[in-house]
């Protein structure tokens, strides 16, 4: 109740911090406090000053590059400091679509896609985001690299980011359905293992050879695996970084 009332005060944001006995301090922001004190007297709240703090600076300072598996070096669009030899650069873009690259989900596609594509491969980034699993494709040397995702803003801002890269994005919006049948030569999907499981048949219309999945902990990796088996696809390898899995599966008839 306390909380709803300092939102309806102007708060600009609230902090809960627990206190021995079941006891607990809150810390709400406020443009201007005056009259603040009285309103809360029986509360005994104290009013502190917070320093002026360049957000954007500070947010940038603690988004530093990083490797993933043994080729690629990701740094943020701002960064100029020099690619280490023997690196691969991937732009991250951080904004308003997933994919940084930071999530360990993330980075298993990404360690997948460094050893397993092939120079002539097809690559379907599905569930695209920020595009960060087509510009990997690309930036391995697949021979096509494409990103579809359900939600046409994500859409937008992959294409946007692909271009400010200088690459060419193959991207649309919609659903495995609009994918023609063995179109593609691999499908890379960091999303939920539920959605795994409803796109099973689906990856295998439209996928020849390998399934990089990721995105879900390691409790349902069973389900996933149990869904496509039925379709030809049966795990080569499992990557796993603290509780995320990703599995790589290969259809026995192409792979």
Same mark, same amino acid.
């Given at each position: ?16 911090? !627990? ?50 598996? !043994? ?58 985001? !920020? ?23 994500? +859409? ?78 049966? +795990? ?18 192409? !792979?």
């Amino acid at each position: 109740m306390l909380s709803a009332e300092l939102w309806e005060e102007g708060a600009t944001g609230i902090q809960e911090d !627990s206190l021995p006995a079941a006891r607990c301090l809150l810390r709400a922001w406020f443009e201007d406090p005056t009259g603040l004190l009285q309103r809360f007297d029986h509360f005994r709240p104290r009013v502190e000053a917070d320093p002026e703090i360049d957000w954007e600076t500070a947010a940038r300072q603690a988004w530093q590059p990083f490797t993933v598996g !043994s080729r690629l070096y990701l740094a943020p669009e701002w960064d100029e400091g020099p690619t280490p030899r023997g690196r691969i650069r991937l732009t991250i873009h951080p904004g308003e679509a997933l994919g940084t690259g930071a999530h360990p989900a993330t980075q298993l596609c990404l360690e997948a896609m460094e050893t397993r594509l092939r120079p002539d491969d097809r690559v379907l980034d599905l569930g695209t985001g !920020s595009g960060i699993l087509t510009a990997a494709a690309c930036h391995l040397g697949a021979r096509h690299a494409f990103g579809c995702d359900m939600d046409l803003h994500s +859409v937008h801002i992959a294409r946007r980011n692909l271009v400010a890269d200088g690459l060419t994005p193959h991207l649309f919006a919609g659903s495995t359905r609009a994918i023609r049948t063995q179109s593609v030569d691999v499908v890379a999907a960091n999303i939920n293992a539920l959605t795994h499981q409803t796109l099973a048949a689906e990856y295998a219309r439209i996928c020849r050879r390998m399934l990089i999945l990721s995105g879900f902990p390691d409790r349902n990796c069973a389900k996933v695996a149990e869904a496509l088996a039925p379709c030809g696809y049966h +795990v080569k390898e499992t990557l796993t970084r603290n509780e995320w899995i990703c599995l790589i599966l290969c259809n026995a008839a192409t !792979s």
